[in-house]
């Protein structure tokens, strides 16, 4: 299971970095050209847009995985501990069923897409493909939070790296 979660570590990490480069390689380029040249490239913006919203939406799970969301915690730093674990876990319960939802109506978008083909204006790419990073990254949200309350309450540890844990 371990191994599961450090490829997905890896995943996650690698996509991110390679979309981080993707968009602001073409916006460069793009910029560039239009000072230097007077010319774009119609397509570069609209790929430069789909690869920071899928940046986005899967840098998002990676966050939930580091435990990087913020959250308002001051006022329960007076809360006991066992209280504190509760309310933070009760939230933990609340963004899961929140991105359930939106995994669900989400499917439902792109069922629709599929059904009544839309097509990105330059690249004309299906919208359905490009909305599944929804349903991707809400599940994946889930399953790193998942994650995390399991290593902090049932293994007792606090971690932000995978390789952090080290099982005999």
């Given at each position: 299971m371990l191994?599961?979660?450090?490829?997905?570590?890896?995943?996650?990490?690698?996509a991110c970095q390679a979309l981080l480069c993707l968009f602001v390689t073409l916006l460069f380029f793009?910029?560039?050209?239009?000072?230097?040249?007077?010319?774009g490239i119609p397509w570069s913006e609209e790929l430069s847009r789909f690869a920071f919203v899928w940046f986005v939406f899967l840098g998002?799970?990676?966050?939930?995985?580091?435990?990087?969301?913020?959250?308002?915690?001051?006022?329960?730093k007076w809360l006991p501990h066992r209280v504190r674990v509760g309310v933070e876990l009760f939230a933990d319960v609340l963004w899961i069923i929140f991105n359930t939802l939106m995994t669900i109506k989400s499917i439902e978008v792109i069922e629709s897409l599929m059904e009544f083909t839309f097509l990105s204006p330059a690249l004309e790419w299906s919208m359905a493909f490009l909305y599944f990073i929804f349903p991707l990254s809400f599940t994946l949200t889930s399953i790193?939070?998942?994650q995390v309350n399991y290593m902090k309450l049932v293994m007792g540890v606090v971690f932000h790296d995978v390789d952090d844990v080290k099982v005999d």
């Open positions: 191994s599961f979660f450090k490829k997905l570590d890896k995943f996650e990490s690698y793009q910029v560039i050209l239009r000072v230097v040249f007077n010319y998002a799970s990676y966050a939930a995985r580091l435990s990087a969301h913020n959250r308002v915690t001051f006022h329960l790193r939070i998942i």
